[in-house]
């Protein structure tokens, strides 16, 4: 009886959370017309309420921006009110508050960049904690790879001096940004998170990405139905089949590919904590986030993130099923999966216009003709992107290659693109062995946004990337104050 008021509870809370996506679809359905004038007065009123002081001033529709933001922060810390016994046990409270802040900076990360502070204060104070407790890691294979790869980058210096004066001074950020590489393998060699904590950090930021989409949903039906298209015109392969970027009308980050990227990544951890901490996670909540999600990155047209949710899901299943079947039904499902993925990959690129990029075409001509040109053993040194691009008037602007691999061996040359590899090759190999599900599921999306944009090389996506290498890289296998 208790646990059946419990339940009805817990949906009724989770039906409060769709009240915005209900009242949209309510009256996209039966009051079309009246929906649009709702939409077209925030679209075309920007009402000045901060009266030319707002935080935010790339937000056009500021009413809408204020109600999303009074939702998100009211449903967020209301289930962290209700979970605040199991996020905070009080046992060891440096090592709790360390992972909801962590935890926390995830949402602000949407919102300030000062979130960066954030993180790194704390991975320092956490190095401190550990040497108070004499603390000790030995670096794995991998984090070594990882760490001669980041050596490697500041060593580009040398042999690309004269470029890194003229481009330092505006471009800092190319060679700076490399210390948040730098910050989770230090910090790793002091402290490490269980897995009991890890599971608590996902949960924390699952249940503000299950809100962000359910948001983001919301004003997806106000905008079809102002286009007068149908409910699912979102399912095409087309970035012109609507203005879709006015459903980031919630936060001041808006790169539809890497947003779509972390939201694949939280979305299969959470599979992966759900299995452990169920109690966090709920499975409806899953359910009803992976099909949110599914919605999402099609509405927002991310290229790598369509071909992502299919081939995380894809392994999610063949982990489940794997120790149920024989290894040589392991290696035929594997088999077929790897003809699926180079049929669908073949059909996407000549049968529909998703990998039409005649700019990122340019981008990687660029890059092999460099390679060409420069030392193919330790490539043409840091900041030889902006060197490259600068000539065009089509790549005069452009941060990077797109291409994780591409850029290490045009910068690095062969010694650069081997550390990377072997880097990922280690990781992946690791995550099996020590059948450590979050470190894999968060590699097999990353690896996919290295093979298309990046990972590695564009601040703001650093500063997560760190973030989750330092969470979910490396693990404490006993209790959580043993010395190693």
Not at 15 to 39: A, D, G, Q, R
Not at 86 to 110: D, M
Not at 455 to 475: D, G, Q, R, W
């Amino acid at each position: 009886m208790e646990k059946c008021s419990k339940n009805t509870k817990n949906n009724f809370f989770l039906f409060l959370k769709f009240i915005p996506l209900f009242f949209s679809l309510f009256l996209v359905l039966f009051y079309p017309n009246f929906s649009k004038k709702i939409w077209d007065f925030l679209d075309q009123t920007n009402i000045d309420i901060f009266k030319n002081k707002t935080l935010f001033l790339h937000v056009n529709k500021e009413i809408l921006f204020l109600i999303g933001l009074g939702y998100l922060i009211l449903f967020f810390f209301f289930w962290l009110f209700k979970k605040r016994k199991q996020i905070v046990t009080k046992n060891n409270w440096v090592r709790e508050i360390s992972v909801f802040l962590l935890g926390l900076s995830v949402p602000l990360w949407f919102y300030t960049r000062v979130v960066s502070m954030l993180i790194f204060s704390t991975m320092g104070a956490l190095i401190f904690y550990g040497i108070y407790k004499k603390q000790r890691y030995k670096l794995s294979k991998s984090l070594i790879f990882l760490l001669l790869y980041v050596v490697l980058q500041f060593a580009g210096i040398l042999w690309n001096f004269d470029a890194v004066k003229t481009y330092f001074p505006n471009y800092s950020s190319y060679i700076t940004g490399q210390f948040m590489l730098l910050a989770p393998i230090i910090a790793l060699v002091f402290f490490r998170f269980t897995t009991k904590e890890k599971n608590i950090f996902i949960s924390i930021v699952f249940q503000f990405f299950f809100l962000y989409l359910i948001l983001h949903l919301t004003a997806y039906l106000f905008i079809v139905n102002y286009y007068d298209k149908n409910l699912l015109s979102c399912f095409v392969f087309d970035k012109k089949y609507v203005d879709f970027w006015q459903v980031f009308q919630f936060s001041k980050y808006k790169h539809p590919s890497l947003i779509s990227h972390f939201m694949l990544i939280v979305g299969a951890m959470a599979y992966i904590s759900y299995q452990k901490a169920g109690n966090l996670i709920r499975k409806n909540e899953l359910i009803i986030y992976w099909i949110l999600l599914l919605f999402f990155i099609f509405i927002v047209q991310a290229r790598v993130a369509q071909i992502g949710y299919f081939v995380v899901l894809g392994f999610i299943l063949f982990f489940k099923i794997s120790e149920k079947i024989s290894q040589r039904q392991q290696l035929i499902i594997i088999g077929l999966g790897v003809v699926t993925f180079i049929i669908g990959i073949y059909g996407a690129i000549n049968f529909t216009p998703i990998f039409n990029d005649p700019i990122r075409m340019e981008i990687y001509k660029a890059g092999v003709e460099s390679i060409k040109e420069n030392n193919i053993l330790y490539g043409a040194g840091a900041c030889s992107e902006l060197e490259i691009f600068e000539p065009s008037d089509i790549l005069r602007g452009k941060k990077h290659f797109h291409n994780d691999f591409l850029q290490a061996m045009v910068k690095y040359g062969i010694l650069g693109l081997s550390l990377l590899l072997l880097w990922v090759i280690t990781t992946f190999i690791s995550s099996l062995k020590k059948r450590d599900l979050h470190l894999f599921f968060f590699l097999l999306p990353t690896l996919l946004i290295m093979m298309i944009d990046s990972a590695l090389n564009h601040y703001i996506t650093l500063i997560m990337n760190s973030l989750f290498l330092f969470v979910f890289l490396e693990k404490e296998e006993e209790k959580e104050e043993k010395t190693v």
